[in-house]
């Protein structure tokens, strides 16, 4: 008996592209009927991240709004379903980003029901939580720290999921380091917490890349004349390293506003797109820096990034070269800072952030060659 086609999951555009109008809301109840009925005949598995986020999203805005509690009941067994637990886990870890055992975490976000109605748009309000909720969130942390936890202890597993294994080795080496640089300034039961936070971030980082690479390998984004790829190395560097904002003495600079690593690379390509049309990097001589990092630094919103590219090759016998973008941060080192203010600095005009506000865009000309144990400054004119 031939197999039924596979199944082509919704698009994100789709999704997101459906608006307030009534239409518009009567598609999306149609969309959750349709998900809904995969979901409880046993094919979740053929629902895309991003579907089970848009189910998860719905019925949670349902809940925090419908009183009647025969149907507020059955959608709390519906968000407890086990293809939606890391949905429930990611708003969970949200909820208790700073503080993963909840000692200080007293209030969260819901929606406000009476001003919903009323301005006919979610609105939300600051609410207290309950012990038996913070009971329930503690259930639902602990469970995916402790899974995350014995994945990062087992050192015999190689995952054949690239995204996985990347993130397995990358965390263990971050926290490895992190135990490293805190053991001598901090008591044990400090470290123990903070490296538990640092172990659920990184699983929150992982499905959010699963979500970012589950119909792809990597993105392509022009820079000047070359195709620069952003890949599953790039992400997980970028996420495990860089976005642990809070955790200790790591000695990494945070990204705390403007990015976000669900939007990272969008954001990144409209920034790049608009720098192209100035000419800013045809004379990068990443060619002849094969195996070297080439340190690019632009301004965003005021605040200074730098972003590392290099030629790599990989394929049978190396065969295949490729640009990819190493790693890409807030620039706070003192060193780094005193370079790029060596260079011209260009005004390239304004562009969109994740909070949908413009904000100044500009790039410095010129690039640093990461070589130890003094990067050097190249201007280019």
């Known amino acids: 008996m031939a197999k039924p086609p596979k199944r082509t999951p919704y698009t994100e555009e789709h ?13 999306k109840k149609e969309l959750l009927e349709e998900l809904l009925g995969l ?3 046993g094919k979740g598995d053929q629902l895309s991240f991003y579907e089970k986020r848009f189910i998860y999203n719905q019925l949670s805005v349902m809940q925090d709004l419908d009183e009647n509690k025969g149907i507020l009941q059955k959608i709390r067994e519906i968000l407890k379903h086990k ?31 009476e001003e919903t109605i009323r301005q006919e748009k979610l609105v939300q309000k600051t609410v207290p939580i309950s012990q038996i909720e913070k009971y329930m969130d503690m259930e639902v942390l602990n469970k995916h720290y402790k899974e995350w936890q014995s994945a990062l202890d087992n050192n015999s597993i190689r995952y054949s999921n690239k995204l996985l294994d990347r993130f397995i080795i990358e965390t263990k080496q971050f ?23 640092l172990i659920i971030r990184s699983k929150y980082f992982y499905l959010v890349g699963v979500e970012v690479f589950q119909n792809v390998d990597h993105f392509t984004i022009q820079i000047g004349p070359y195709h620069v790829e952003y890949n599953i190395d790039s992400y997980v560097h970028i996420a495990v390293r860089h976005f642990q904002d809070g955790i200790g003495n790591n000695d990494k600079s945070h990204f705390q506003q403007d990015f976000a ?9 409209k920034i790049f797109e608009k720098a192209n049309g100035h000419n800013l990097f045809d004379n990068l001589p990443i060619d002849n820096l094969a195996g070297k990092l080439v340190g690019l630094l632009f301004e965003f919103n005021e605040q200074a990034y730098t972003i590392w590219i290099q030629k790599k090759k990989s394929g049978s016998h190396l065969s295949n070269e490729f640009y990819q973008i190493d790693t890409f941060y807030p620039t706070k080192n003192p060193e780094e800072i005193k370079l790029y ?24 000309k010129g690039f640093i060659e990461y070589k130890r144990p003094n990067n050097i400054l190249h201007k280019i004119t």
């Open 341 to 364: 203010k060596q260079l011209d600095k260009i005004e390239i005009g304004t562009i969109t952030n994740i909070h949908s506000k413009e904000v100044p865009l500009a790039f410095y």
């Open 15 to 27: 999704i997101a592209g459906l608006g307030n109008s009534p239409v518009d809301q009567e598609r």
């Open 39 to 41: 979901l409880f005949n």
């Open 261 to 269: 690593m669900r939007k990272d690379v969008k954001i990144l390509t």
């Open 83 to 113: 293809d939606l637990d890391d949905l429930r886990f990611m708003e969970v870890a949200r909820d208790y980003w700073r503080d993963v055992d909840g000692y200080t975490i007293n209030y969260k976000l819901k929606i406000d029901r």
């Open 175 to 197: 926290r490895k380091n992190f135990i490293r640089n805190n053991n001598q300034y901090y008591g044990y039961l400090w470290i123990k917490k903070e490296e538990k936070k």
